[in-house]
């Protein structure tokens, strides 16, 4: 194949080291599809893999792609692949380990790529993987929220916080949020109700919920607890040593590391084309202006997705 264009960077450190350079798309392993991006959806884990934050997991080879979620079409398939073919426009999401979705090619393992509904944009689809699959599986899995039930998004204006508001109210649940007092209007129009800032007062809201959902990971235990209804859940998606001790004791605490499957995210991408799931893009570039774009989200975070377009 010929050599494609991608970000990538050849050590940790800030948006500085990104670079948009050719590299050799490799083929797709077993179970790997390759697929031609058309566009792909910024997260806060791009910044936390980049600056070296998780290179436990991520390892010290480099050079390495950057970015998760993406939009596309497939244009070679793995040994194995059979559910999907050359030409299916899909979405999806790059492991962790590889990333590499802010680029004119990517592959992904074939369980963490769906079909795009075709009512969706490229945009719209690839804002999708990460943030959806995370609430879906936060407040559906996790949380076991049914209809007539009520949740706590704390964060409710973020990527994820706004994918889990939507999937629990088309679950038949209530939603109430915290977010801040110049964002109150959006959430109202979301439908959250009761809408608290950031620093609430618990107190005024106990035991109300059935599930909280701390999307931002700054709830105080103690908040949390007073939350929750006897019997509630509590889930949290950004993980410390801590939390996780706690995640595994009994108890309403659980952290939530959310991964692919095909039925979580054909979930997500049909609650998306069926219109009950909508991710507001603040920002769409070319792949060529995306470095600079990258730089002044992180240094001035908005509300909304930076989607990168490729042509
Ligand atoms: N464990 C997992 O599998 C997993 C998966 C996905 C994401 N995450 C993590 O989850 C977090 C949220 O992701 P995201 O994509 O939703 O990010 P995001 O779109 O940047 O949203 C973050 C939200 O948190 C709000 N916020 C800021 N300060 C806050 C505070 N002190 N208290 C409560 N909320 C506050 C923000 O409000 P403003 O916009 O008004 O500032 C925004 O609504 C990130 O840290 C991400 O890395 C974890």
Same mark, same amino acid.
């Given at each position: 194949?010929?050599?494609?264009?991608?970000?990538?960077?050849?050590?940790?450190?800030?948006?500085?080291?990104?670079?948009?350079?050719? @590299?050799?798309?490799?083929?797709?392993?077993? $179970?790997?599809?390759?697929? %031609?991006? &058309?566009?792909?959806?910024?997260?806060?884990?791009?910044?936390?893999?980049?600056?070296?934050?998780? &290179? +436990?997991?991520? #390892?010290?080879?480099?050079?390495?792609?950057? #970015?998760?979620?993406? *939009?596309?079409?497939?244009?070679?398939?793995?040994?194995?692949?059979?559910?999907?073919?050359? $030409?299916?426009?899909?979405?999806?999401?790059?492991?962790?380990?590889?990333?590499?979705?802010?680029?004119?090619?990517?592959? *992904?393992?074939?369980?963490?790529?769906?079909?795009?509904?075709?009512?969706?944009?490229?945009?719209?689809?690839?804002?999708?993987?990460?943030?959806?699959?995370?609430?879906?599986? *936060?407040?559906?899995?996790? #949380?076991?929220? %049914?209809?007539?039930? !009520?949740? @706590?998004?704390?964060?409710?204006?973020?990527?994820?916080?706004?994918?889990?508001?939507?999937?629990?109210?088309?679950?038949?649940?209530?939603?109430?949020?915290?977010?801040?007092?110049?964002?109150?209007?959006?959430?109202?129009?979301?439908?959250?109700?009761?809408?608290?800032?950031?620093?609430?007062?618990?107190?005024?809201?106990? &035991?109300?919920?059935?599930?909280?959902?701390?999307?931002?990971?700054?709830?105080?235990?103690?908040? !949390?607890?007073? +939350?929750?209804?006897?019997?509630?859940? !509590?889930?949290?998606?950004?993980?410390?040593?801590? &939390?996780?001790? %706690?995640? !595994?004791?009994?108890?309403?605490?659980?952290?939530?590391?959310?991964?692919?499957?095909?039925?979580?995210?054909?979930?997500?991408?049909?609650?998306?084309?069926?219109?009950?799931?909508?991710?507001?893009?603040?920002?769409?570039?070319?792949?060529?202006?995306?470095?600079?774009?990258?730089?002044?989200?992180? %240094?001035?975070? /908005? /509300?909304?997705?930076?989607?990168?377009?490729?042509?």
């Amino acid at each position: 194949m010929t050599p494609a264009k991608r970000i990538q960077y050849h050590e940790y450190g800030g948006p500085e080291v990104l670079r948009l350079e050719d @590299f050799q798309p490799a083929p797709p392993g077993p $179970g790997e599809v390759q697929v %031609r991006v &058309k566009a792909a959806a910024a997260n806060p884990m791009d910044r936390k893999i980049r600056s070296g934050e998780m &290179k +436990l997991l991520t #390892g010290r080879k480099f050079p390495r792609g950057l #970015g998760h979620d993406f *939009a596309g079409v497939v244009i070679a398939v793995g040994d194995g692949v059979t559910r999907l073919g050359v $030409g299916d426009e899909v979405l999806g999401g790059a492991s962790l380990r590889a990333a590499g979705a802010f680029a004119e090619v990517v592959v *992904a393992e074939e369980n963490a790529v769906v079909a795009k509904p075709a009512n969706l944009s490229w945009e719209e689809a690839a804002a999708l993987p990460v943030v959806g699959l995370t609430a879906f599986q *936060a407040v559906v899995n996790l #949380g076991r929220l %049914r209809a007539g039930q !009520a949740v @706590f998004i704390h964060g409710c204006l973020g990527g994820v916080g706004r994918s889990a508001a939507q999937i629990a109210l088309a679950h038949g649940a209530s939603v109430g949020g915290s977010c801040r007092d110049t964002a109150v209007p959006e959430a109202r129009d979301l439908g959250i109700s009761p809408i608290v800032d950031f620093d609430f007062d618990a107190a005024k809201l106990a &035991k109300r919920f059935d599930v909280v959902f701390d999307t931002a990971g700054t709830l105080p235990v103690r908040a !949390a607890r007073t +939350l929750l209804k006897p019997g509630g859940r !509590a889930i949290d998606i950004n993980p410390t040593p801590a &939390k996780f001790v %706690r995640s !595994a004791l009994p108890g309403p605490f659980r952290v939530l590391v959310s991964k692919a499957t095909l039925a979580d995210l054909d979930a997500v991408a049909q609650a998306a084309g069926k219109g009950i799931l909508r991710l507001p893009v603040a920002r769409s570039v070319p792949l060529g202006e995306a470095i600079a774009a990258l730089t002044d989200f992180e %240094r001035s975070p /908005r /509300r909304g997705k930076l989607v990168i377009t490729t042509s």
